[in-house]
């Protein structure tokens, strides 16, 4: 699974995601498929995720318009309307929309008399007392335990989640709650777990607990137990690096690092961190060889390559850092849809190049997100950098007093200033 998301709060899969439609557990697809799409996919798994989202999507609601055809036919119309404002809230496509909204005008009958009402009772199993719940993709669980388990170890090697499903009652239960992101109540949990179950996947699932609760103190030793107890849990590893670099045991955080590259582990996750970790110690050339190395061996994850490309920047490798920025995505909310992404955009105004492109996408992003005077600061920057000095004056004046901008940014509109004044 996920290197940092398993350490700071899981993820899900797209394979999760296929055997929910596959096996029409709709509430659960969709959950999945929300998740996923917010995640950073490639443009195939993207659209394939958005196809199983309108399937889990449409399957909801037209489970809710069976539902609510069969409390029409009972006379159960409030509760009928229930179930179709629900699918009107879950469907995708344009004919089964039209099918609700049809149900939806559907004229209520009202029952001669009360004799005839129970008699419609008693033979309309679907409106008896009992009724079906609402099919609502709020709802907090997830199915029975033991498919919600299934669902999580979908993204796990065979091997691992085989292990996983060996393991006792109270064991699983902590592990459904820390999955679900409820770590208070699972840390009781884990601490009722018997020593005879405490094995390197109890000290790792518990120290990866403690590292996302900020307990530093007490998740490094747990998770060196965890890989006392077997050496070879790779995850175990992933999990302590972090914990490792947030203490600021840099040195102990290098060596697993490297244990970790020589027993075969993920080399995008250890590159990535190495350069975390050179970062934080100020050694830059150090840093930009394992960015390198991280993007080569696939580490594209988008606040990386961010930080990659600040390292480059750093020591003046401006090629390559203009070839990573240009790997970020050009679309979305902030990207600002001016043909350019803002990280690259304000990497080519640091550059003076392209400007008419780039105050096309400060301008965009300025529309997009008018809160924030980041965007404003940006643009002013690249009317002076036009030589549009009146234009780029006013507008220099109006932002650096703006409560909103953050302090750095304030030096910086500060120091232009005081440049154009002088």
């Known amino acids: 699974m996920g290197l940092l998301g398993k350490l700071f709060g899981g993820g899900s899969s797209l394979e999760g995601l296929r055997k929910a439609v596959v096996q029409k557990r709709f509430v659960d697809a969709r959950f999945l498929a929300e998740k996923l799409a917010g995640q950073s996919l490639s443009e195939a798994d993207a659209v394939e995720v958005e196809q199983l989202r309108i399937i889990s999507g449409d399957g909801l609601a037209g489970l809710n318009l069976d539902e609510a055809l069969g409390l029409q036919r009972c006379g159960h119309f409030e509760q009928a309307a229930e179930h179709l404002n629900l699918a009107q809230e879950q469907v995708c496509s344009t004919e089964l929309r039209d099918k609700i909204e049809q149900a939806l005008a559907a004229e209520p009958l009202v029952p001669e008399i009360a004799s005839a009402e129970d008699d419609r009772l008693e033979a309309c199993n679907s409106c008896s007392p009992q009724t079906k719940p609402l099919l609502n993709d709020e709802d907090a669980i997830l199915g029975d335990a033991e498919s919600q388990l299934e669902l999580i170890l979908t993204s796990y090697p065979a091997d691992l989640a085989e292990r996983y499903l060996q393991k006792n009652e109270t064991f699983k239960a902590a592990f459904l709650l820390s999955q679900a992101g409820q770590d208070e109540q699972a840390l009781p949990l884990w601490q009722q777990v018997e020593a005879a179950e405490q094995d390197d996947l109890y000290w790792f699932e518990l120290g990866s607990l403690l590292g996302r609760t900020g307990n530093l103190a007490e998740a490094g030793p747990a998770l060196e137990m965890a890989l006392e107890k077997n050496p070879e849990l790779l995850l175990a590893i992933e999990a302590l690096v972090p914990v490792l670099i947030a203490d600021g045991d840099y040195h102990l955080a290098?060596?697993?690092?490297?244990?970790?590259?020589?027993?075969?582990?993920?080399?995008?996750?250890?590159?990535?961190?190495?350069?975390?970790?050179?970062?934080?110690?100020?050694e830059f050339s150090f840093a930009a060889e394992y960015a390198r190395q991280a993007i080569a061996a696939g580490n594209l994850d988008p606040k990386f390559m961010l930080l990659a490309a600040s390292v480059l920047e750093h020591t003046e490798a401006l090629e390559e850092t203009e070839n990573i920025l240009r790997k970020l995505p050009a679309s979305g909310r902030g990207c600002g849809g001016g043909g350019s992404n803002l990280p690259l955009a304000e990497f080519l105004l640091r550059q003076k190049r392209e400007l008419g492109t780039i105050?096309?996408?400060?301008?965009?992003?300025?529309?997009?997100?008018?809160?924030?005077?980041?965007?404003?600061?940006?643009?002013?920057?690249?009317?002076?950098?036009?030589?549009?000095?009146?234009?780029?004056?006013?507008?220099?004046?109006?932002?650096?007093n703006d409560p909103r901008l953050d302090s750095e940014l304030v030096q910086e509109a500060k120091q232009l200033l005081a440049e154009q004044q002088g």
Not at 254 to 275: I, K, M, N, S, V
Not at 369 to 376: A, G, K, L, S
């Open 254 to 282: 290098e060596e697993r690092l490297q244990q970790f590259l020589d027993q075969g582990g993920d080399a995008a996750f250890c590159y990535g961190q190495l350069t975390s970790l050179s970062v934080q110690q100020q």
């Open 359 to 400: 105050l096309d996408t400060f301008n965009a992003a300025c529309r997009e997100d008018p809160e924030n005077p980041r965007w404003q600061l940006r643009v002013a920057q690249t009317y002076l950098a036009k030589k549009w000095s009146k234009e780029g004056l006013k507008l220099l004046r109006m932002v650096v």
